[in-house]
């Protein structure tokens, strides 16, 4: 606060001197003053002329030395002695030029080339180590011919592809290569050969079969688990059937762990911008050095959209192909044997029922019998987490195994009880009770909708 007021003083006080100087000036601004002209010597005004000229002599050669600095210019001789100037900027200027014009602009690396490690394969090479592996699925259905692609990965006729291409086929077909055509043969048509299947889990799009011949060419696996964001993938397959067999398309990996929901199911995927369309499903995503590194899917991609193609990653198919090879099934999978219908918003409210799923039909000695759970019950909880759909049910269920014992909690007849079930193993996923099914008869309507107040 001292200083405060100690600077206000001084401030006040430099203010009354500016004021008693405004009043010397107001005084005096009309007073004139003579003073005489003081007369200099000869000499002096000389030398004073002599350091004027020194001066200037001195600012124009400091002047030229700075500009030539900043300019990169100097002073030097010719071969005759005389001076001249010369320019570093120009002989710069030449210099990156000269290197300029020494880039070979048209052998420029493509995409592909700056997407592949220095010791990969070529395409070309790729295609040839990988294609006698590739071969064609053909299924008859019910609603007509199903095209898919393989994946010779045994010599003695395994083979993979997806389970949506077989899945409701009355009979499967492999159609190899014309490389396994008998070389007497003068055709030169791929050989075809009935398939039989081995077993297919829907939850991982995975199926795998067996035809009766020897010698095959079986792929080579590597590891998805080391594969990198923007390296190469290749695709072979047959795109919209065996009219364009063998196609082959390449990109980059886009993204290694994608995880997706592909109708109620949730899969951990492999992106690639490498072409995908119907008919490749159950191909091969390749790297850089001809290996299998995922199992591709158009099923996935034509639903997620154009550009965007989708493989099953082989670190994760692997050991649902030896299950599928020694049971026909994936081992330890949960299951409690029941199928519902979700408990719609509208149906919540009208009835006053709580959400979840009803339980439309409950398999005779499944874990879900004989844990006392009854068609007509509304489950709603799971592991004390309450649940609004099958779909919510699934997703905690199947973090558990066959014989883990577990609490599902069902609505019945206006209470809550809980009941401890002893999840059982499911043996063929097309047959997993645990799944929502659509009422398609005016029974179960009647009588899921009469027990909660309906007409």
Do not use: W
């Amino acid at each position: 606060m001292d200083n405060f007021n100690n600077y206000n003083n001084d401030n006040f006080g430099n203010h009354n001197e500016q004021k008693d100087f405004q009043n010397y000036n107001s005084d005096t601004v009309n007073e004139f003053s003579y003073k005489p002209e003081n007369k200099k010597s000869k000499g002096r005004k000389i030398l004073t002329g002599i350091i004027a000229v020194l001066s200037v002599v001195a600012i124009g050669t400091t002047s030229i030395v700075g500009y030539s600095l900043i300019t990169g210019t100097g002073i030097g001789k010719d071969d005759s002695g005389s001076s001249v100037q010369t320019s570093n900027n120009n002989k710069s200027s030449a210099d990156k030029a000269s290197s300029s014009s020494s880039v070979d602009r048209s052998n420029l690396p493509s995409i592909i080339q700056l997407a592949t490690p220095s010791d990969a394969m070529t395409i070309p090479d790729i295609v040839e180590k990988v294609s006698p592996s590739v071969v064609g699925i053909s299924c008859m259905t019910s609603s007509g011919t199903v095209t898919g692609t393989g994946i010779i990965m045994s010599s003695d006729g395994y083979i993979i592809t997806n389970a949506h291409v077989v899945d409701g086929a009355a009979t499967i077909s492999v159609v190899l290569p014309s490389s396994y055509s008998d070389e007497s043969s003068e055709s030169g048509e791929d050989e075809t050969i009935t398939a039989e299947l081995v077993g297919k889990d829907s939850q991982t799009d995975l199926a795998v079969v067996k035809i009766d011949k020897t010698g095959l060419t079986a792929a080579e696996f590597g590891t998805s688990s080391e594969i990198k964001v923007g390296e190469v993938s290749i695709v072979i397959g047959n795109p919209l059937g065996f009219d364009l067999a063998n196609s082959v398309t390449a990109g980059i990996i886009s993204a290694t762990d994608r995880t997706l929901t592909i109708e109620d199911r949730t899969m951990n995927l492999i992106q690639t911008d490498a072409s995908i369309n119907s008919g490749n499903s159950g191909g091969p995503l390749i790297n850089a050095y001809g290996q299998v590194i995922g199992i591709t899917s158009a099923k996935v991609s034509s639903t997620y959209g154009e550009g965007l193609g989708f493989a099953i990653p082989i670190d994760e198919a692997t050991p649902i192909i030896d299950d599928l090879i020694q049971h026909g099934y994936v081992t330890g999978r949960p299951t409690l044997g029941i199928s519902g219908e979700n408990v719609t918003d509208v149906y919540s409210q009208y009835y006053d029922i709580p959400k979840g799923f009803f339980v439309r039909s409950v398999e005779s000695g499944s874990a879900a019998e004989e844990a006392g759970i009854e068609v007509n019950d509304i489950v709603i909880g799971i592991e004390g987490n309450l649940i609004e759909s099958i779909e919510e049910f699934n997703e905690i269920k199947e973090k558990y195994k066959a014989g883990d014992k577990i609490t599902v909690s069902v609505y019945r007849d206006g209470e809550i009880i809980d009941k401890e079930v002893t999840l059982g193993e499911a043996i063929d996923k097309d047959d997993d009770e645990d799944q929502q099914q659509s009422y398609d008869n005016y029974d179960s309507y009647r009588q899921f909708f009469n027990q909660y107040g309906g007409y």
